[in-house]
């Protein structure tokens, strides 16, 4: 019964794997798609969420059957439960991925931000990608060391974020309304979608040492 309940716990693990490269998928292709305009490519985006939804929900569905029927104690414990919130969490990003990609849909032809924003957007774009793929290797490896390099570029990101606000809230911003509203949801998107992968990394880092990180978000 051990090595069957150990089996389950490894195939939790590789469902996670499994969701979060789809995620970093969606992410790289969504990004791409805002800020070349492409709307095939954000179609495809949107259209392809409902796999990371479907997965998630089916790894939901195993970790209650495995926490019904072996009634796990201790780490183990925290292993299933910490799953289920991970798996939350790379749902949310999903959806996040694909709000990113509405907005390049509902502009086109025209790109979401104005000219002055894009620089920022792509490299808002470039840290959010790099945080997804870092990410999977997270939860395929368990490192702190890349659990503290999600955490470091994190904090990229929020700089990114704040420098859009107060852009287009300065005195000199010249833009339309429309412009403050894309500019605000979209960096607000990008922003949430680092905030989910520190989360996650803050609870893997729990399992391996034992220690809850404080993050202020």
Request: glycine share 2%; hydrophobic share 45%.
């Amino acid at each position: 019964m051990r090595e069957v309940f150990q089996q389950e716990l490894a195939e939790v693990q590789e469902r996670l794997v499994r969701i979060s490269g789809l995620v970093a998928t969606s992410i790289e292709r969504a990004t791409t798609a805002f800020n070349s305009s492409d709307v095939t490519l954000a179609e495809s985006v949107i259209a392809d969420d409902h796999e990371i939804d479907e997965l998630a929900a089916s790894l939901d569905e195993l970790a209650i059957d495995i926490l019904a029927r072996q009634q796990p104690v201790a780490r183990d414990l925290r292993i299933v439960v910490s799953a289920l919130r991970i798996s939350a969490s790379l749902e949310r990003m999903g959806d996040l991925a694909e709000h990113i990609a509405q907005l390049a849909r509902t502009r086109f032809p025209e790109k979401v931000v104005p000219k002055d924003l894009r620089p920022t957007f792509k490299e808002l774009g470039r840290l959010d990608v790099l945080i997804a793929q870092k990410l999977t290797r997270l939860l395929e490896s368990e490192s702190t060391e890349l659990a503290a390099e999600i955490r470091d570029d994190d904090d990229l990101v929020d700089d990114l974020h704040l420098s859009v606000f107060d852009k287009v809230l300065g005195e000199t911003w010249k833009g339309a309304a429309s412009d403050i509203v894309d500019a605000t949801l979209a960096s607000r998107y990008h922003e949430r979608f680092a905030d989910h992968a520190v989360s996650i990394a803050k609870k893997v880092q729990y399992l391996q040492t034992g220690d809850w990180v404080a993050v202020a978000h």
